[in-house]
C-alpha cells in the first residue's frame, strides 16, 4: 500500500537524532540532542512545559528544520531527502489539527492521497484504519460535529493511512476524559512491536504505562534516557534530574 | 502532478463550501450587472470598456478578500503543519491555493461573459477590444491572487492579510502618480509598475507582449516569495 521507498536501507536505528539544536532567534529551544530509536520501540518523552518537546517532534516530522545536527528517519535525511523520510512518518500534532469543513471519512481520504495512495487504495486503507481505531461507525459524519475524543481518533487515523514505520504523536491524551486516556494508552501500546511510536508527555505516569523508554528533556536539553524496565521509580529519577 | 490535482481538488472544495465565494460572486455579478444595465441604456453604444474598468476596481477591492483565508486560516488551525509534514513539495501547496482562487475568478470573468454575449446579438461590438479587456483581467486576477496568497502566508490574521494585499494592491494600481516624484531615470521603472498603466492598452484593443510579461513576471515572483515564506521554517 505504502509507496515504494527503497525498503531495507537501514538495520540500525529506525530514527537518529545526532546532535541536534533548533534556535528561535537567539534563544535555543533544543540544545545538542542526540538520541536513537529502535523499530517497534515506544519512547516517551518526557518534561516540563516548554522543555523542546514538540520542537524536537517538529523537526523529527519535517515541519522545523534544525539549526545544526542531522535527522534521519528510515535512513532517509529529513532535510536532505525530505519526501522520503515523511513517507515513513505518521504525526499527530496536540492541537489535533483537522479540515473542520470536511466529513471524517472525505479527510481521511484526502491525506491518504496526500501521501501518495492511489485512489482504490486510499479508499481501502480508511476503511481499515477506520475499523482499527474505532471510527467506523462516524465516517459519515462532519467533523466539525466530532467530540475532543472522536477528533482524536480522527487524527490518530490520518496518521496511520499510510501504514508509516513511525508515529509520532505530541502530548496524545491532552484533553480527553479518563476513559479516552486509558482508551488512548491501550491502542498506542497494542502498537509496539509493530510500529515505532515517539510520543511526548509532561505527565510521568503516561510515560510510565505506555513507554518502553524514556527520554528526558529539560530546558532543550536531553538529560537522561532510561529503560522503563530500568526504572522502578520514574518519578525519583525525574526530580533527580530536574 | 498527481499532488497537486489532490490539493486542488481539496482547494476548491474548501473555496466552493465558504461563503466568501459567494458573497465576492454575488457582490461582483451585483454591482456590473446593474453598471452594466445602466451604461447600455444611457449611451445605447456596443462596447464594455466602461465595464471592464469597473472590474478593475472590483476584482483589486475583492480579491484581497477571496485570498486572505490561503495560508491564514490554515496557520491559525494548525492544518498547515499537516500538509507541511505530508511528503509533498511546498510549491504544490501554494500553487494549488492560487489556482483555486484564481479559478473562482475565472468563473465570475466568464459569468460577466454574458454582457459581451447580449452586446453580440443586439449590435455590433468591436471584438478586440473585448477579447482584450478579459485577457487583461484574467492577467490581473492572476496578479492580485499572488499577491493576496503572499500576504496570506505572512500571518494568521486574515483581516491583517487582507489589508495588506488591498494596500500592496492599492499602491501599484497608484506607482504612476508616484512617479512624477522620482527623478529619471527611476520614473520609468516606477511608472512601468503601475497596474492601470498595462490594463488601459489591453483594453484599448492593443495587445503587447510587454504588459503580459509585467503581469506575468509579479504573479511568478509573488509565487515565488510565497513558496519561500512557506519553506523557511
Known amino acids: ?242 | 502532478m498527481s499532488a497537486l490535482g489532490v490539493l486542488c481538488r481539496k482547494e476548491l472544495h474548501a473555496t466552493f463550501t465558504s461563503p466568501i465565494a459567494y458573497a465576492v460572486a454575488a457582490v461582483f455579478l451585483l454591482v456590473t450587472g446593474y453598471t452594466f444595465s445602466l451604461t447600455l441604456f444611457f449611451t445605447k453604444v456596443a462596447n464594455l470598456t466602461y465595464i471592464f474598468h469597473q472590474m478593475y476596481v472590483l476584482l483589486i477591492l475583492l480579491i484581497p478578500v477571496l485570498t486572505m483565508r490561503a495560508f491564514a486560516e490554515e496557520r491559525r488551525a494548525d492544518t498547515l503543519e499537516l500538509l507541511l509534514t505530508a511528503p509533498v513539495q511546498e510549491v504544490w501547496i501554494v500553487l494549488a491555493k492560487f489556482l483555486a482562487a484564481l479559478f473562482l475568478v475565472a468563473c465570475l470573468l466568464a459569468a460577466s461573459g454574458a454582457y459581451a454575449v447580449v452586446l453580440g446579438l443586439y449590435g455590433e461590438p468591436d471584438w478586440a477590444p473585448i477579447y482584450g479587456g478579459y485577457l487583461a483581467l484574467f492577467l490581473l486576477a492572476c496578479l492580485l491572487v499572488s499577491i493576496g496568497t503572499l500576504a496570506s502566508s505572512l500571518t494568521e490574521n486574515q483581516v491583517v492579510a487582507a489589508t495588506c494585499s488591498l494596500g500592496a494592491c492599492l499602491m501599484l494600481w497608484f506607482a504612476d502618480s508616484a512617479a512624477y516624484m522620482v527623478p529619471a531615470p527611476l520614473d520609468a521603472v516606477v511608472i512601468n509598475l503601475s497596474l492601470i498603466g498595462h490594463f488601459s492598452t489591453f483594453v484599448s484593443g492593443s495587445l503587447f507582449l510587454s504588459d503580459a510579461g509585467y503581469y506575468l513576471t509579479l504573479s511568478l515572483l509573488a509565487l515565488f516569495l510565497t513558496t519561500r515564506v512557506v519553506t523557511d521554517r
Open chain 1, 1 to 242: 500500500m505504502r509507496p515504494p521507498t527503497q525498503p531495507g536501507r537501514i538495520d540500525g536505528p529506525i530514527v537518529a537524532i545526532e546532535g541536534v539544536s533548533k534556535l528561535f532567534g537567539g534563544v535555543a529551544a533544543v540544545r545538542d540532542v542526540t538520541l536513537h530509536v529502535a523499530r517497534g520501540e515506544v519512547l516517551g518523552v518526557l518534561g516540563p512545559n516548554g522543555s523542546g518537546k514538540t520542537t524536537l517532534l517538529r523537526m523529527l516530522t519535517g515541519f522545523l528544520s534544525p539549526t545544526s545536527g542531522r535527522l534521519s528517519v528510515a535512513g532517509y535525511d529529513t532535510e536532505r531527502q525530505r519526501m522520503e523520510a515523511r513517507r515513513h512518518i505518521g504525526y499527530v500534532p496536540e492541537s489535533l489539527p483537522l479540515y473542520s469543513h470536511m466529513r471524517v471519512r472525505e479527510f481521511l481520504t484526502f491525506m491518504a492521497r496526500l501521501r501518495g495512495l492511489d485512489p482504490r487504495a486510499a479508499e481501502a486503507a480508511v476503511a481499515e484504519v477506520a475499523a482499527q481505531v474505532a471510527l467506523g461507525a462516524r465516517l459519515a459524519a462532519p467533523i466539525r460535529t466530532l467530540s475532543r475524543g472522536y477528533r482524536q481518533r480522527v487524527a490518530i487515523a490520518q496518521a496511520l493511512v499510510h501504514e508509516p514505520d513511525v508515529l509520532v504523536l505530541d502530548e496524545p491524551t491532552n484533553g480527553l476524559d479518563p476513559r479516552q486516556i486509558i482508551e488512548t494508552r491501550h491502542f498506542i501500546r497494542g502498537l509496539a512491536g509493530r510500529r515505532t511510536v515517539i510520543m511526548s508527555s509532561h505527565i510521568l505516569g503516561e510515560v510510565e504505562k505506555v513507554a518502553d523508554r524514556v527520554a528526558i528533556l529539560l530546558e532543550g536539553r536531553l538529560l537522561s534516557v532510561e529503560a522503563m524496565a530500568d526504572t522502578p521509580d520514574l518519578e525519583a529519577l525525574f526530580l533527580s534530574l530536574t
